[in-house]
T-cell receptor, first 114, second 110 residues
Framework: EPEVTQTPSHQVTQMGQEVILRCVPISNHLYFYWYRQILGQKVEFLVSFYNNEISEKSEIFDDQFSVERPDGSNFTLKIRSTKLEDSAMYFC????????????FGEGSWLTVV | GQNIDQPTEMTATEGAIVQINCTYQ??????LFWYQQHAGEAPTFLSY????GLEEKGRFSSFLSRSKGYSYLLLKELQMKDSASYLCAQLDTGRRALTFGSGTRLQVQP
């Protein structure tokens, strides 16, 4: 069964450092997403991406965040200058409108900012 | 923003049936999802309802009433592996992003 894959699975970084989280969405999907989940809290939407541009973003997705699709398969989330409160599990997800609205999630990248 | 309410925790016995309720705001509604999430893992898709009624998929069923802004997930023949959080999530018209509830942590006991 096709799946969304993410790397790294865990990353520890120092406050102020830049982090790039990588994702390979399901190959025939057209919409890509990043969500995050702070430990013990709900899953929160960050950004959606379609046709090589951001289609929607939440209030969380401020200027320190950016997304990119550098080639035909990868989708990345960059956090420019990490803060302690960025510590969370970051989930990449993808969907294909031709097969419904279901969003499929990757296994997540656990980011710890120290 | 959307306000999705579901119970924080539930406990049930192996082999039994449990119903997890979810209420949401009806304005702009375009679909209701249920996901299962084991601790430290990704949400896994369980069901999607956009029309009123019951959708059955094996041991899991999901119900939707659009007029009442209400859904439930029904789990039958509970197994220990069903111990997890169950997330209710709303899709709004014109959006692709899901808004999640806080999740219901289900503990299945022997």
């Amino acid at each position: 069964e096709p799946e969304v894959t993410q790397t790294p699975s865990h990353q520890v970084t120092q406050m102020g450092q830049e982090v790039i989280l990588r994702c390979v969405p399901i190959s025939n999907h057209l919409y890509f997403y990043w969500y995050r989940q702070i430990l013990g809290q709900k899953v929160e939407f960050l950004v959606s991406f379609y046709n090589n541009e951001i289609s929607e973003k939440s209030e969380i997705f401020d200027d320190q965040f950016s997304v990119e699709r550098p080639d035909g398969s990868n989708f990345t989330l960059k956090i420019r200058s990490t803060k302690l409160e960025d510590s969370a599990m970051y989930f990449c997800a993808s969907s294909d409108p031709s097969s419904g609205n279901t969003i499929y999630f990757g296994e997540g990248s656990w980011l710890t900012v120290v | 923003g959307q306000n999705i309410d579901q119970p924080t925790e539930m406990t049930a016995t192996e082999g039994a049936i449990v119903q997890i309720n979810c209420t949401y705001q009806t304005s702009g509604f375009n679909g209701l999802f249920w996901y299962q999430q084991h601790a430290g893992e990704a949400p896994t898709f369980l069901s999607y309802n956009v029309l009123d009624g019951l959708e059955e998929k094996g041991r899991f069923s999901s119900f939707l009433s659009r007029s009442k802004g209400y859904s439930y997930l029904l789990l039958k023949e509970l197994q220990m592996k069903d111990s997890a959080s169950y997330l209710c999530a709303q899709l709004d018209t014109g959006r692709r992003a899901l808004t999640f509830g806080s999740g219901t942590r289900l503990q299945v006991q022997p």
